[in-house]
C-alpha cells in the first residue's frame, strides 16, 4: 500500500469483526470497527477509504446513513461499499450489488483474500478520486478560458457537452445534454441555415466543421461562439457522431474590432482613415466595373487652416476639424443612403467621408451617373463652408478648396483616384479660396521613352538583364538570420532601371507573370547551391504580383522548383500584397491553400497600408506579416504612428502570426520595435540587398549589427548615401 487506508468494518458479529479488525490491521490498514451503522452517528470517523457491512443489512445501512446529519452522511457518500455474506445469501448479495455495492466477501478466515480485494477496491476508488478531481481542474480550466466540449449525435438530434459548453449557451451547469431544438433557440434565425448547412456537409461528406455564431446566452447576453468539430464514423465510413469543442470568442472578436477601428478610424474624428478609404473605393470601383457606372474622389483641403492653429491653439484647431467633419457628415447625408440605389447592399452604395492626414477630407460617391451630379455635390458641399463656427468662445470662418477626379476616365484604382483628386486640389488651390478643380490629364511627354522601356522588358529575360539582390531579416533577440527575401533588379543598356518603375510596367503589359515565375525559379536554384555550399539560408522570399495569383501556373511553377531541387517543406517563402484580397479574396484563398499544401511558407507584405479586413486576415493560411516600413519610419516621430505599430504587432501576436518590421534603419526604431515586442526586422540598418556571393559575409556581421541593437557595442557612422539608395529600391 501507498500510504494507509482507511476502512470502516460494521459487522453486529463481534468475534469474526474483532478477527477481521486484527488481520487488516497486521495488513497495515486503519480500522475502525462497530456493530452497526447507528453507531458511527455518535462519534464520526474520517472519511474512509472503503466500508465493509453486512448484506443483509445493506438496507438498514443506508437507513442509518439518511438519519445521519446531512454534513455526517455527506462523508460516506462516495465511500465504495464491500458487503459481507455467508455462504448461500446469494440473495442478499444480489440486492447489495444492485443497490451500489462494489464488491462482496462470503465471511471466512481467508485474510489474505480479504486483503486482496480490499486493496483492489482501495485502489480503484483512489483512481476515481483522481480523475472527479482531474474532470474538476479541466472543468475550471475550461470555464476560465470560456470553452467546452460537446458531442453531436446526428441521428437523435442531442447535443452531450461538458459543463462549460452548457454554460457559454446560457444553459443550467447540471445538463448533461440539449436538444438541437433547445440549441437553436439561442440562435438568430437567420443563421439556422447556415448551420443546418454546415453540419449536414460534415455528415455528407465526413469533413471537419468549423464556424462561428452568435448566441443568446444567460441574461439574453450576446456571445459569439466558435464551433470545430471532427467526424467520428464506424467501420463502414458513415458519420456517427460530431465531436467537438465550443468556445466563446466575444472578447477575442471584439479585440480584434478595437484593433480594426484603431487602424481603420480616424482617432480625432472618428471618420475613416486613408486606409479605409481606399479599401471602400475599391469596393465602389468593383462595383462599377459591374453596372457599368462611375465613381468620383473629392479631396478637400481647408483654406488658411493654420492661422486657427496660431491664433487659438492646437486644441481649438481640432475642434474645428471635428465640426467641420460632423457638418459635412450632415450635408452628405442625403447621399449616404439614396433610395432605389442600394440593390448591391454592399457598404459603399452612399456617399463616404474620411479624414486624411492634416486639414484634409476626401469624399467617396459611387454610382455616379454623369459628371454634372458630381459638380452638384462639390459646389454644395464648398458653398456650406460659408457658415460660421463657434470655436474656444470665438466664432470663425472656415473655408475650403476641392479637387475631383472620375473612374475610369482619371485612374482604374482606389489610390490613382485619390492621388489624382489630391493633384486636383492643388491646382485648385493655386486659383484661390474656395476653388474646385477637376483633374486635368498632362501631356504624355514620355509616351516614346515608355514604349522603348516596354520593348527593352520583353526582351530582358532572354537577354539575361534581371538578376535577384538578397536582403536578409534577422532574429534580433537571437542574433541570427531568420531568412532572405529576393528582389529584381534590371541592368537596362548599361543602366539600373528602377523596381518601382519596371514592375509597375511589368503589371500593365502582362509581362510581371513569367517575371515572377523566373524569380521563383532562380531563388530555388540560388538556395539549392546554398546548400550545396553549407550555407544556412532557412529560407527564400518572393514578391508575388497580384496578377500571378490569379493564374494556375503560380503552384505549378513552385511544384516544380520545390522537386527539383530537392527544397524542404518551408524553405520557399510567397510574400502576397493586401490588394490580393480585394481584389478576388476567395481565388486568392484557393491559389494560397494549394501553395500551403505544397508547403511553401505564406506572408502578407507591407501590412498596414492595403485594404484588408481582419474577416479576411483571419482566414487567411499565411505565417507572417510584414509591417510596412512607412510605420516602422514614424517610430519616434509620431504618436499615431507608434500606436499604430504596436497594435499591428498585438494583432500578429492574438492571430499568433510572426511579424517582421520592414525598412528597419536606426538604432532607435530597432529598439522601439523590440520594446514592442517586435524581434524580426529588415533593413538596411542589418543589411541592404546584395548579390549570393556576398552574403555570407554578410550573415558573418548580423550578430554584431543585433549586439548594436542591444547596446553592447559601439554604433558605426552611418552610410547616408546608401540608406538612400536603399530606400529607393525598396
Known sequence: MEQRATIVLVDADAGWRGAAAGALRECGYEVIACASMAGLAGDPPPVPDLLIVDAADIGAGAQALDTMPRHLRARFDAVPRLVLADVHDEQAIGRALVRGAADFFVRSTHWPLLAARIDR?????????????????LAKAHALARVGTFDFDPKSLTLHGS????AILGFDALRAAISAEEFLQRVPTEHHEPLARAVDRAIREAEPLALELPVSGAGGRATMMRIAAEPLCDAEGRVTMLRGVIRDVTESRRAEQDI??????????????????????????????????????????????????????????DEVLCIVGERLVRDLGPLRCRPGEGEGGGTTDGAVLARLPGDRFAVLLPRVREPAEVSEVVQALVRGFGRP???????????????????????????????????????????????????????????????????????????GELS?????????????????????????????????????????????????????????????????????????????????????SLAETAREVIVEHCLEPGALEIELTESCMVRDFDRTLQALHELRD??????????????????????????????????????????????????????????????????????AQARALLAS?????????????????????VIRRIPERCLLVAGRTTPAPPDHADAAYHGRLQ
Open 121 to 137: 477496491l482501495c485502489r480503484m476508488a483512489r483512481v476515481q478520486r483522481e480523475l472527479a478531481a482531474s474532470h474538476d481542474r
Open 163 to 166: 459543463t462549460g459548453s452548457f
Open 260 to 317: 480594426e477601428r484603431m487602424i481603420s478610424a480616424d482617432p480625432l474624428t472618428g471618420l475613416p482613415n486613408r486606409n479605409r478609404f481606399l479599401a471602400l473605393c475599391s469596393e465602389a470601383i468593383a462595383g462599377a466595373q459591374r453596372g457599368g457606372y462611375g465613381v468620383a474622389v473629392m479631396a478637400l483641403d481647408l483654406d488658411r487652416f493654420a492661422q486657427i492653429n496660431e491664433s487659438l491653439g492646437q486644441v481649438a484647431g
Open 389 to 463: 463656427l463657434m470655436v474656444a468662445g470665438a466664432e470663425c470662418f472656415v473655408s475650403c478648396c476641392a479637387g475631383v477626379a472620375l473612374y475610369p476616365r482619371d485612374g482604374e484604382t482606389a489610390g490613382m483616384l485619390l492621388s489624382r483628386a489630391d493633384a486636383a486640389l492643388a491646382d485648385a488651390k493655386r486659383r484661390g479660396s474656395q476653388s474646385v478643380a477637376w483633374y486635368a490629364r498632362p501631356p504624355d511627354v514620355h509616351g516614346r521613352a515608355r514604349l522603348k522601356l516596354l520593348s527593352g522588358l520583353h526582351k530582358a529575360l532572354e537577354r
Open 468 to 552: 535577384l539582390r538578397y536582403q536578409p531579416w534577422v532574429d534580433v533577440g537571437s542574433g541570427t538570420l531568420g531568412g532572405v527575401e529576393a528582389l529584381a533588379r534590371w541592368q537596362h543598356e548599361g543602366v539600373s532601371v528602377p523596381p518601382v518603375q519596371f514592375v509597375a510596367l511589368a503589371e500593365q503589359s502582362g509581362l510581371i507573370v513569367p517575371i515572377g515565375e523566373w524569380a521563383i525559379r532562380e531563388a530555388g536554384r540560388q538556395m539549392r547551391a546554398w546548400r550545396d555550399d553549407g550555407i544556412r539560408v532557412p529560407k527564400v522570399a518572393i514578391n508575388i504580383s497580384t496578377i500571378h495569383f490569379e493564374r494556375r
Open 598 to 667: 505544397l508547403g511553401v511558407e505564406l506572408s502578407l507584405d507591407d501590412f498596414g497600408i492595403g485594404y484588408s479586413s481582419l474577416s479576411y486576415l483571419t482566414r487567411l493560411p499565411i505565417g507572417k506579416l510584414k509591417v510596412d516600413r512607412s510605420f516602422v519610419r514614424m517610430l519616434g516621430m509620431s504618436v499615431e504612428g507608434e500606436a499604430v505599430v504596436r497594435a499591428i504587432i498585438a494583432l500578429g501576436r492574438s492571430l499568433r502570426l510572426q511579424l517582421v518590421a520592414e525598412g528597419v534603419e536606426t538604432v
Open 677 to 697: 515586442g517586435c524581434d524580426a526586422m529588415q533593413g538596411f540598418l542589418f543589411a541592404r540587398p546584395v548579390l549570393p556571393a556576398r552574403l555570407p559575409e
